[in-house]
């Protein structure tokens, strides 16, 4: 087996990529009302008692561990708290949703940090080290993670058939199956699949803080990609509810995935540009590196540097979407015009380099992880289909998409797949917050990277422009990738991300303007590489050619480059993406 394309799955997302847990195994799997079986099951339980959920005293909350691995570390509290099924029903039905509390550690604990997954389809999980790194950075905060209504252990929409480890594409629905999935989910939830929406999430959120909040203290919201999304339909439904909300890497109202590949290939133009006005880079690819790659494209279709195609299946269907992953990370992306530099020279170390690199970031441990299974392929379907894409009859045709993308060097191959299941999936209809902005004066903080693929920085400039009053702040983070509060640029590993600095200025005082000051130390884009790094990635200190420093030892990973593996490790096989090296001939 080689390399097998992206399916359509989790796509604005968080870029970190964290062990996850509240008790150290999967909850099981919720009914179409209540909770998640064996949670603590506050108010009605699910059995369609009174929707409101009860004041903060009567939460229950019971201590956890914060990561799932580590049932002997650190310790957060976790509770499901009632809310509406259909929220136009106040004595309804209810679901649990499920929410980790992680207690600021200072005297002066002064408000709440709620923190919004993106996707659609990710778990609150995934902040579970951002929240230990957050509680000694800023210890007057509570921190809150939530599961979105659908996902993990918030009434989780779930295929158990299309999500078995037999199945095509394991825990992840692959496109063929998702008209069986579809089937499952309308036999367990019927017409309150149309429940599990944006809009119903918004409405859960207000909810859980109203009843944990206290009273004088601040209440903060970061939502982050498909995040912000959440955040901002949040801002509709409760305008005036928060003390402030930071949009982190913004899907605006009216994003859709249509030109989600598109994108990801105008960014990598421009990642490339700057690798033509620097001199090593230029040196090595021209003045115009974006043409060395088109001109790989070309040889590779013809048949050029066959033993990768042999080994591991790279061609030129396939290298468009390990560029595109390559992208995503601002140490990541600093290999990929040595990418294109060594595969069209194709000499035997270039070779060895490439298979090496291929085998740091792509041929990793491929099994499910428990993060994995707190996502939810459904919930994406069910967001991205209704909202994120073009109602019939306004829907681009394959063949339409089939043409864009043949124009595509860098790309994940998702914008088709969402077009093929267009028509399949029973989208449900736009309310009236769909693809309209929010009026609201309370602060903002907006900040996305003009570097960032998923959420590009023409697709989120539109939210400074509607959401302009005076203590509302738009941000461009240079250089910066998906998640500018943790894809930052930093001098040196382990120097604070600006993104970061930036949203712990505006949580100090967010009626302030924001201390920008950080972006002048957000060092210029690097062609040359970090010798430790290549030497793990490529196997030489060189980025470029054979060379390899005297006395130069190979080790583990650095931490932080591992740390930006394991984030892509993850982003592939939430896509139902491996890659397999074959076996020699």
């Known amino acids: 087996m080689g390399l097998r394309l992206i399916s359509l799955g989790l796509s604005l997302t968080l870029c970190s990529a964290i062990a996850i847990g509240c008790d150290g195994s999967v909850e099981p ?29 009567d939460v229950e909350w019971v201590e956890c561990p914060l990561y799932v691995d580590q049932p002997d570390g650190p310790k957060a509290e976790c509770a499901w708290i009632d809310v509406a099924l259909r929220w136009e029903e106040a004595t309804g039905p209810t679901i649990g949703i499920f ?3 992680l207690r600021g550690t200072a ?45 993990g252990r918030s009434a989780r ?51 859980l803080i109203e009843v944990t909040a206290e009273p004088s203290k601040d209440v903060f919201v970061y939502g982050v990609s498909y995040g912000t999304y959440w955040a901002h339909r949040y801002l509709q439904i409760a305008p005036d509810q928060a003390t402030a909300v930071i949009l982190d890497s ?84 600093t290999y990929m015009p040595a990418v294109v530099y060594r595969y069209a020279r194709c000499e035997p170390g270039d070779v060895a380099a490439i298979d090496k690199l291929l085998t740091v970031f792509f041929g990793g441990p491929q099994e499910t992880s428990y993060y994995d299974e707190l996502s939810s392929d459904a919930l994406f379907y069910n967001v991205a289909l209704s909202e994120l894409w073009p109602n019939a009859p306004e829907h681009p045709t394959p063949e339409e998409i089939d043409m864009i993308e043949a124009g595509l060097q860098v790309t994940t191959g998702l914008s088709p797949r969402v077009t093929a299941l267009q028509d399949l999936w029973p989208a449900y209809p736009d309310d009236v917050f769909v693809d309209q902005w929010a009026e609201t004066s309370i602060p903002i903080l907006m900040m996305n990277g003009d570097l960032d693929p998923q959420t590009p920085i023409w697709v989120a400039a539109p939210a400074g422009e509607q959401l302009n009053a005076a203590n509302q702040q738009f941000v461009l983070v240079p250089r910066s990738a998906h998640c500018v509060a943790v894809s930052t640029p930093v ?84 896509r139902g993406f491996s890659v397999t090296r074959k076996a020699m001939q």
């Open 491 to 574: 001098a040196q590993p382990g120097d604070q991300p600006c993104g970061l600095s930036l949203m712990l200025s505006f949580l100090g005082d967010p009626n302030a303007t924001v201390d920008q000051s950080c972006i002048a130390t957000i060092p210029v884009e690097s062609f040359t590489g970090v010798a430790e790094n290549n030497l793990y990635v490529f196997g030489t200190t060189d980025l470029w050619e054979h060379a390899t420093a005297p006395n130069a030892v190979p080790s583990p990973a650095p931490s932080h480059l591992r740390r930006e593996i394991s984030r892509t490790q993850r982003w592939l096989r939430t």
């Open 107 to 151: 005297d002066n604990v002064r408000g709440q940090l709620w923190l919004l997954e993106g996707g659609p389809g990710g778990s609150g999980a995934d902040f579970d080290s951002f929240m230990e790194a957050m509680q000694d950075l800023d210890p007057t905060l509570d921190l809150y993670a939530v599961d979105h209504r659908g996902v």
């Open 157 to 207: 929409l779930s295929c158990p058939a299309q999500e078995s480890p037999a199945s095509a594409w394991g825990i992840n629905v692959a496109p063929e199956e998702a008209a069986l999935c579809r089937d499952a989910l309308i036999e367990t939830w019927g017409d309150d699949l149309a429940e599990f929406s944006t809009t119903a999430a918004a409405r859960d959120l207000a909810r």
């Open 29 to 57: 799997e919720p009914g179409p009302t209540g909770g998640a079986g064996g949670a603590p099951e506050p108010g009605g339980g699910g059995s369609g008692g009174d929707a409101g959920a009860p004041p903060t005293s």
């Open 250 to 333: 913004i899907a605006p109202p009216g994003e859709s995935f249509v030109a989600y590949d598109a994108d990801f290939d105008q960014v990598a133009q421009d990642f490339m540009a700057l690798c033509g006005a620097d001199a090593l880079c230029s040196e090595k690819l021209d003045s115009d590196p974006w043409a060395a790659l088109v001109d790989l494209s070309t040889a590779l279709e013809g048949g050029h540097c066959p033993e990768l195609t042999a080994s591991w299946g790279l061609d030129a269907s396939t290298l468009p979407v390990v560029l595109a992953s390559l992208l995503m990370s601002s140490v990541a992306r």
């Open 99 to 101: 929410v980790q509390r």
